[in-house]
């Protein structure tokens, strides 16, 4: 089946430390994002990918790191600089970029930093 | 910038009761609107979704919504509510034409379900 991955589910960290959160799908999309998940705030965008070797920064890219060196893969590396860290993180992809491609939503990541 | 807008934080519903949760979006060209559902601890799921045509649209897990371009709304209705469908909804556009960051996101409304 297609769809995307997001693994661990879990993740903890002590603070301090840079940490990799993993994304791969198989769907054969161009397009894939992170997106950032608070209670009460909704998904905040991190960083978005149009294609291999091309990103760009989303609205609070602050803190993060991302690569997209295949085009099934997108990891987000959160790094010390990142003053709260703590949340739960999701990865999407869609077939196209721009408004008008739904996108799937991977399972998340939960980062506990302490 | 476009915009979207999910009024109610918090929405109780009976159980077997009707539901309608609402949506307004930001005047911009024609949008191209969307409702997830979000389970607790996971990821967003399709519900339905509008581009053109029908202004009223049917989804999985039989919900639909309607597009009401003078009302800029885009209000998601479930005609009885099962337990299951207790979680978080959130509403989403883009537009033809948009960045290439794709939709934006309404911050949610949460859906409690009591017997």
């Known amino acids: 089946d297609g769809g995307i991955t997001q693994s661990p589910k879990y993740l903890f960290r002590k603070e301090g430390q840079n940490v990799t959160l993993s994304c791969e799908q198989n769907?054969?999309?161009?397009?894939m994002y992170w997106y950032r998940q608070d209670p009460g705030q909704g998904l905040r965008l991190i960083y978005y990918?149009?294609?291999?070797?091309?990103?760009q920064k989303g609205d609070i890219a602050e803190g993060y790191s991302v690569s997209r060196e295949k085009k099934e893969s997108f990891p987000l590396t959160v790094t010390s600089a990142q003053k709260n860290p703590t949340a739960f993180y999701l990865c999407?992809?869609?077939?196209?970029?721009?408004?008008?491609?739904?996108?799937?939503f991977g399972p998340g990541t939960r980062l506990t930093v302490t | 910038a476009q915009s979207v807008t999910q009024p109610d934080i918090h929405i109780t519903v009976s159980e077997g009761a009707s539901l309608e949760l609402r949506c307004n979006y930001s005047?911009?060209?024609?949008?191209?609107l969307f409702w997830y559902v979000q389970s607790p601890g996971q990821g967003l799921q399709l519900l339905l979704k509008?581009?053109?045509?029908?202004?009223l649209v049917q989804g999985i897990k039989g919900f639909e919504a309607e597009f009401k371009r003078s009302q800029s709304s885009f209000n998601l209705r479930k005609p009885s509510v099962h337990w299951s469908d207790a979680a978080e909804y959130f509403c989403?556009?883009?537009?033809?034409?948009?960045?290439?960051?794709?939709?934006?996101f309404g911050k949610g409304t949460h859906l409690i379900i009591q017997p």
């Open positions: 769907l054969n999309h161009d397009a």
């Open positions: 005047y911009g060209a024609t949008p191209y």
């Open positions: 989403a556009v883009g537009y033809s034409g948009g960045g290439a960051d794709g939709l934006t």
């Open positions: 509008y581009f053109s045509g029908d202004t």
């Open positions: 990918s149009q294609i291999v070797n091309d990103f």
């Open positions: 999407a992809s869609s077939e196209g970029t721009g408004g008008i491609y739904e996108q799937y």
